[in-house]
């Protein structure tokens, strides 16, 4: 296993990354940095046992694995702020939500004797910050590990045992297909979110009260999606802006579809395009993704 580990950036994921180690007893070395303030004064108060870095470069020095935790948009500065300087024979990987950007920067690195495998844990919540964390996040949750051709293949075998000891469940694609697929999953859905939740609550609307108070109709739910983090999907829709846009032609060919039928009272193109989506929720349930059990919303803390 990997003797000391160090974790650059310790919000929601990275301090799940912490929590989940000690609560694993995975490693007694673990060093972490991370350039909030509050964030470090926050996880002191924890008494987790991990060592405090303020300086990146010492931070990683001695790490057999590495694990970048941070926005997307913070890996340029990471890398280019002072010439990092990884052990011999390390390992690194991420935690980031899309990949082609990112495995750009890092590849014209062209690291030597460093096994680079991008990571990508499908967990998470709307919350961000290490206050939001928690040791089981990874738990019965998909992990994507995508190998740069130069990582060796015990290293990849080490990291997808790393994963597997958090809780997951690892898959190995490409970067291409990474983002490829999440976009589908994960990004148009977001996109979806954000611009319906803006589209319903037009602040100009006299309405607008009794929208938020009638909301479970269907926009609560989609409001979850769409309280997450600004800074976290700015990053991913730039970083994977290829796909997203292609499934945003997709997306709007069918909406424009839909339109169509509801404008010309075509109740039978209707169900035929809703009984298609039901099956998709049969399949997803078969898939293990979800219970069959009816969801009316988590009880009111
Ligand atoms: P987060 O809660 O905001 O935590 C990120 C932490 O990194 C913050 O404490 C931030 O400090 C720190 N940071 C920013 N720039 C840094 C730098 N240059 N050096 C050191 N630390 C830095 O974010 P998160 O939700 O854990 O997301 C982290 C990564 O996980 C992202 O790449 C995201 O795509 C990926 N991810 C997120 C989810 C999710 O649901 N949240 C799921 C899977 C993967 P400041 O607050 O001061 O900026």
């Known amino acids: 296993m990997f003797n000391n580990i160090t974790i650059i950036g310790c919000g929601l994921i990275g301090s799940s990354i912490i929590r989940a180690i000690d609560k694993k007893k995975l490693s007694n070395n673990v060093t972490i940095y991370d350039k909030s303030k509050d964030v470090i004064s926050f996880l002191k108060k924890k008494n987790l046992p991990i060592h405090f870095s303020?300086?990146?470069?010492h931070s990683v020095k001695d790490a057999d694995l590495i694990i970048l935790a941070v926005p997307l948009g913070a890996y340029i500065d990471i890398f280019s702020s002072e010439k990092i300087k990884f052990k011999k024979n390390a390992v690194l990987t991420d935690v980031g939500s899309a990949k082609k950007e990112i495995n750009k920067i890092i590849e014209d690195l062209n690291l030597k004797d460093i096994s680079w495998i991008a990571s990508h844990p499908i967990a998470g919540t709307?919350?961000?910050g290490p206050?939001?964390?928690?040791a089981e996040l990874?738990?019965?949750r998909w992990c994507i590990i995508s190998p740069s051709a130069k990582a060796k293949k015990e290293d990849i075998k080490k990291l997808k045992l790393f994963w597997e000891q958090l809780g997951s469940k690892v898959k190995t694609m490409t970067i291409e297909e990474h983002d490829h697929i999440l976009s589908i999953t994960s990004h148009l859905p977001h996109a979806i979110a954000y611009n319906l939740?803006?589209?319903a609550i037009n602040n100009k609307d006299e309405f607008k009260k009794d929208v938020i108070q009638y909301s479970a109709g269907g926009l609560r739910d989609f409001t979850r999606i769409a309280a997450s983090d600004p800074i976290m999907w700015r990053d991913i829709f730039l970083d994977n802006s290829e796909n997203i846009i292609k499934i945003l032609d997709n997306f709007?060919?069918?909406l424009e579809e839909m339109k169509k039928a509801i404008k010309e009272?075509?109740?039978d193109k209707l169900i035929k395009i809703f009984l298609e989506t039901k099956e998709v929720r049969k399949e997803i349930i078969k898939a293990g993704q979800d219970t069959k059990k009816a969801d009316f919303g988590r009880k009111k803390d």
């Open 54 to 57: 303020d300086n990146l470069n």
């Open 138 to 140: 990874f738990e019965d």
């Open 197 to 199: 939740v803006r589209t």
């Open 265 to 267: 009272k075509n109740g």
């Open 131 to 134: 206050q939001a964390g928690f």
């Open 252 to 254: 709007s060919i069918n």
């Open 126 to 128: 709307e919350d961000s």
